[in-house]
Each structure stands twice: as structure tokens, then as C-alpha cells.
T-cell receptor, first 114, second 113 residues
């Protein structure tokens, strides 16, 4: 089952603009991660935010988490053409055995126009 | 170099012909997982493994088998492939301490005719 749902499904912006992607999920989580995927390639981990954190930064990335609304956002500032990719949120809800179960959303396809 | 290696990267096969997609990681990760990616559906988990000889079903396990006889390897087996298993497959691994960062292979694009 899909835990995370990203919004929008696709986003096209000019180079230099900021890009914001949102993720909503359904159940309580231990942490939420964002991944990037260049076309047809493997996913690459960007950033992880734990359930007790509200905001996290990494370079040009800013992630927020609102557990009361079960939502997260990924902001990419000063976008570059090289940021063109699909972005996925992934939630770790764990299970009864204490093991992590990471579930991915359907992704946001970002196009940055030079 | 830390990596997850999948083989083959591309494969065209016919219905019913058993195939195995191999996955190997060199990071001593306990956790390994297989996902399939289909347009509009994102990544869906097929099977995962918490350690050697410990495997469990993900969300879409039907038609697949896995084994974890060694820590570094986690092959995905399609005993009798069908066209609805045409997909892009990813293997991923991580430490299972809750840090959660998954390392992905480059993917295996499978076409079943």
C-alpha cells in the first residue's frame, strides 16, 4: 500500500526559482526521508527527518515535517537544471518486530528549465 | 566503493521461463529489500530481509521468491514470469538500526513477453 502521496505530480520551473514538493502520509511514522531519482536510475537518499523534528536543512534543501497533519515538504532553493529529477518521500513506520518498513510515495517529477 | 550491484541490468524473457535477478552489497548491511517501479505507482516493496535467513513479504510478493543465505546477497527469483511482472526492479540495503538511509542499486529493467 502507498503510504506517502506527493503533490504535485509534476512541477516545471525556471532555473533559479525555488521548488516545493509536498508529501502526505496516512499512519504514524518513525521518520520520513526524501530521495531523488534521475531518469531510470537508482534512488539516492537526500535527507531524513525524524518524527520529533520539525525542520531540517542540508545545503539547498529544506525539509519540514508536521506530524499533526501527517505531511512533509521539501524545498529546493535556487534550483539548477541539474536538479531535474523525480523526488520521492519515504516513510518508515516500523512494524511489530521493530524492523523498519520503508514505504515510498508516487513521486514528484521536477523539471528545471535553464 | 560502497555499492549495491544488480544483474542483469536489462533482460527480455518469455512467459514461464524462470529467471533470477541478483543483488549484492558490500556495506555489511543487515537489511535488504526488493522494489518494483511502475509508472504512476511509485515504488512498491516486494520482499525484504532483516538478516541472513530472515525474509518477509512486502506489499506485492505474489509471483516472486527470495532467499538470504549470505549477508551480502539477496537474489530475486521469478519462478514463472508473466507479462504483468514487466517492470523496473530495484534492490536496496541499509543498516537496520533505524537510521533508515537506503542505498539503491541501478535497477534491472525486465520485460516479459
Amino acid at each position: 500500500s502507498q503510504q506517502g502521496e506527493e503533490d504535485p505530480q509534476a512541477l516545471s520551473i525556471q532555473e533559479g526559482e525555488n521548488a516545493t514538493m509536498n508529501c502526505s502520509y496516512k499512519t504514524s511514522i518513525n521518520n520520513l526521508q526524501w530521495y531523488r531519482q534521475n531518469s531510470g536510475r537508482g534512488l539516492v537518499h537526500l535527507i531524513l527527518i525524524r518524527s520529533n523534528e520539525r525542520e531540517k536543512h542540508s545545503g539547498r534543501l529544506r525539509v519540514t515535517l508536521d506530524t499533526s497533519k501527517k505531511s512533509s515538504s521539501l524545498l529546493i532553493t535556487a534550483s539548477r537544471a541539474a536538479d531535474t529529477a523525480s523526488y520521492f518521500c519515504a516513510t518508515d513506520a516500523g512494524n511489530s518486530g521493530g524492523y523498519q518498513k520503508v514505504t515510498f510515495g508516487t513521486g514528484t517529477k521536477l523539471q528545471v528549465i535553464p | 566503493e560502497a555499492q549495491v550491484t544488480q544483474n542483469p541490468r536489462y533482460l527480455i524473457t518469455v512467459t514461464g521461463k524462470k529467471l533470477t535477478v541478483t543483488c549484492s552489497q558490500n556495506m555489511n548491511h543487515e537489511y535488504m529489500s526488493w522494489y518494483r517501479q511502475d509508472p504512476g505507482l511509485g515504488l512498491r516493496q516486494i520482499y525484504y530481509s532483516m538478516n541472513v535467513e530472515v525474509t518477509d513479504k512486502g506489499d506485492v510478493p505474489e509471483g516472486y521468491k527470495v532467499s538470504r543465505k549470505e549477508k551480502r546477497n539477496f537474489p530475486l527469483i521469478l519462478e514463472s514470469p508473466s507479462p504483468n511482472q514487466t517492470s523496473l526492479y530495484f534492490c536496496a540495503s541499509s543498516f537496520w538500526t533505524g537510521n533508515g538511509e537506503l542505498f539503491f542499486g541501478e535497477g534491472s529493467r525486465l520485460t516479459v513477453l
